[in-house]
């Protein structure tokens, strides 16, 4: 095999792999998580991207002088949802990058 059929070889193999990449992302949009805080009291949901799909908040915490907690618990939960969307988004790469035969840990540039 000469060097441009080795080099065509790799673009090739490279333009698979951002394809496969660029999917997995965009399926990444279709899974949804459910980050909680305050004992399910306040739940945020969102997909495996980070995308906020919607926020929840049980009708007990809805006093004025509950105000400042409930705050607190929303940007728990999201926290919450955000931890659970990047562990779901690294599986799912990893998924990828192992179909294609890349090493475990290997970033490619842009993902």
């Known amino acids: 095999m000469n060097m441009e059929e080795m ?7 490279a333009e698979t792999i951002q394809k496969q990449m660029g999917e997995a992302q965009a399926k990444l949009d279709d899974i ?3 980050g909680s805080a305050g004992g399910g009291l306040v739940k945020v949901r969102a997909t495996a991207r980070g995308r906020i799909l919607g926020v ?3 009708d007990s ?8 907690m409930v705050e607190d618990l929303v940007a728990a939960a999201f926290n919450d ?20 035969g890349l090493p475990p840990g290997f970033k490619l540039p842009g993902m």
């Open 7 to 13: 080099l065509a070889q790799a673009k090739q193999a």
């Open 32 to 34: 949804e998580v459910e």
């Open 56 to 58: 929840a908040i049980d």
């Open 61 to 68: 915490l809805m006093k004025p002088e509950e105000k400042q």
């Open 81 to 100: 949802a955000r931890d659970r969307a990047d562990r779901v988004s690294a599986e799912e790469m990893n998924k990828i990058q192992q179909d294609v």
